[in-house]
Nanobody, 123 residues
Framework: QVQLVESGGGLVQAGGSLRLSCAASGIIFSINAMGWYRQAPGKQRELVAAITSGGTTNYADSVKGRFTISRDNAKNTVYLQMNSLKPEDTAVYYC?????????????????WGQGTQVTVSS
Protein backbone atom coordinates (compact mmCIF):
# COMPACT_ATOMS: atom_id res chain seq x y z
CA GLN A 1 0.00 0.00 0.00
CA VAL A 2 1.40 3.35 -1.07
CA GLN A 3 1.40 6.16 1.46
CA LEU A 4 2.65 9.72 1.16
CA VAL A 5 2.45 11.53 4.49
CA GLU A 6 3.04 15.27 4.60
CA SER A 7 4.01 17.22 7.68
CA GLY A 8 5.37 20.63 8.62
CA GLY A 9 2.49 22.88 7.65
CA GLY A 10 1.15 25.56 9.93
CA LEU A 11 0.59 29.25 10.49
CA VAL A 12 3.43 31.67 9.89
CA GLN A 13 3.79 35.41 9.45
CA ALA A 14 4.74 36.92 6.13
CA GLY A 15 8.49 36.77 5.65
CA GLY A 16 8.78 33.63 7.74
CA SER A 17 9.83 30.12 6.82
CA LEU A 18 8.43 26.61 6.94
CA ARG A 19 9.82 23.24 5.94
CA LEU A 20 7.44 20.64 4.61
CA SER A 21 8.29 16.95 4.64
CA CYS A 22 6.73 14.05 2.76
CA ALA A 23 7.54 10.54 3.90
CA ALA A 24 6.84 7.85 1.32
CA SER A 25 6.22 4.15 1.77
CA GLY A 26 5.12 1.38 -0.53
CA ILE A 27 7.08 2.72 -3.52
CA ILE A 28 10.66 2.43 -4.72
CA PHE A 29 11.28 6.01 -3.73
CA SER A 30 14.60 6.51 -5.49
CA ILE A 31 13.17 5.91 -8.97
CA ASN A 32 10.15 8.18 -8.54
CA ALA A 33 9.91 11.80 -9.50
CA MET A 34 8.53 13.77 -6.56
CA GLY A 35 6.63 17.01 -6.51
CA TRP A 36 4.87 19.52 -4.33
CA TYR A 37 1.58 21.01 -5.48
CA ARG A 38 -0.71 23.50 -3.79
CA GLN A 39 -4.34 24.44 -3.97
CA ALA A 40 -5.76 27.66 -2.62
CA PRO A 41 -9.51 28.10 -2.01
CA GLY A 42 -11.33 28.61 -5.29
CA LYS A 43 -8.25 27.93 -7.37
CA GLN A 44 -6.91 24.98 -9.32
CA ARG A 45 -4.15 22.81 -7.98
CA GLU A 46 -0.78 24.01 -9.28
CA LEU A 47 2.72 22.65 -9.38
CA VAL A 48 5.04 24.36 -6.90
CA ALA A 49 8.25 22.37 -7.30
CA ALA A 50 9.41 19.01 -8.60
CA ILE A 51 12.53 16.89 -8.44
CA THR A 52 13.40 13.98 -10.70
CA SER A 53 14.95 10.71 -9.60
CA GLY A 54 18.26 12.14 -10.80
CA GLY A 55 17.92 15.30 -8.75
CA THR A 56 16.91 17.79 -11.44
CA THR A 57 14.60 20.43 -10.02
CA ASN A 58 11.86 22.61 -11.46
CA TYR A 59 9.98 25.48 -9.82
CA ALA A 60 6.94 27.60 -10.47
CA ASP A 61 7.95 31.15 -11.33
CA SER A 62 6.10 32.45 -8.28
CA VAL A 63 8.38 30.56 -5.86
CA LYS A 64 11.75 30.67 -7.62
CA GLY A 65 14.43 31.97 -5.31
CA ARG A 66 12.27 31.43 -2.22
CA PHE A 67 11.48 27.70 -2.16
CA THR A 68 13.85 24.75 -2.40
CA ILE A 69 12.88 21.14 -3.06
CA SER A 70 15.20 18.33 -2.03
CA ARG A 71 15.07 14.60 -1.48
CA ASP A 72 16.74 12.09 0.81
CA ASN A 73 16.50 8.67 -0.81
CA ALA A 74 17.89 6.97 2.29
CA LYS A 75 14.91 8.30 4.27
CA ASN A 76 12.32 8.01 1.47
CA THR A 77 11.51 11.65 2.10
CA VAL A 78 11.12 14.77 -0.02
CA TYR A 79 11.30 18.25 1.48
CA LEU A 80 10.12 21.72 0.56
CA GLN A 81 11.97 24.54 2.28
CA MET A 82 9.86 27.67 2.02
CA ASN A 83 11.45 31.02 2.83
CA SER A 84 10.22 34.60 2.55
CA LEU A 85 6.65 33.37 2.67
CA LYS A 86 3.88 35.60 1.37
CA PRO A 87 0.14 35.61 2.08
CA GLU A 88 -0.43 34.39 -1.47
CA ASP A 89 1.45 31.19 -0.59
CA THR A 90 -1.48 30.23 1.63
CA ALA A 91 -2.85 26.90 0.40
CA VAL A 92 -3.08 23.21 1.06
CA TYR A 93 0.21 21.68 -0.06
CA TYR A 94 0.20 18.17 -1.53
CA CYS A 95 3.01 15.73 -2.08
CA UNK A 96 3.03 13.75 -5.33
CA UNK A 97 5.06 10.84 -6.64
CA UNK A 98 5.20 9.74 -10.26
CA UNK A 99 6.82 6.83 -12.03
CA UNK A 100 6.42 6.07 -15.72
CA UNK A 101 7.62 3.01 -17.58
CA UNK A 102 7.33 2.54 -21.32
CA UNK A 103 7.49 -0.74 -23.15
CA UNK A 104 5.84 -2.65 -25.99
CA UNK A 105 4.28 0.56 -27.29
CA UNK A 106 2.51 1.51 -24.06
CA UNK A 107 3.28 3.67 -21.05
CA UNK A 108 2.24 2.81 -17.53
CA UNK A 109 2.06 5.73 -15.10
CA UNK A 110 1.99 5.30 -11.35
CA UNK A 111 0.77 8.53 -9.73
CA UNK A 112 0.17 8.93 -6.00
CA TRP A 113 -0.89 11.81 -3.72
CA GLY A 114 -0.65 12.64 -0.07
CA GLN A 115 -3.53 13.96 1.99
CA GLY A 116 -2.22 17.52 2.08
CA THR A 117 -1.00 19.89 4.74
CA GLN A 118 -2.30 23.40 5.34
CA VAL A 119 0.05 26.36 5.07
CA THR A 120 -1.32 29.72 6.17
CA VAL A 121 0.70 32.91 5.85
CA SER A 122 -0.62 35.93 7.70
CA SER A 123 0.10 39.49 6.60
Amino acid sequence: QVQLVESGGGLVQAGGSLRLSCAASGIIFSINAMGWYRQAPGKQRELVAAITSGGTTNYADSVKGRFTISRDNAKNTVYLQMNSLKPEDTAVYYCNSVYEITGWGTTARYDYWGQGTQVTVSS
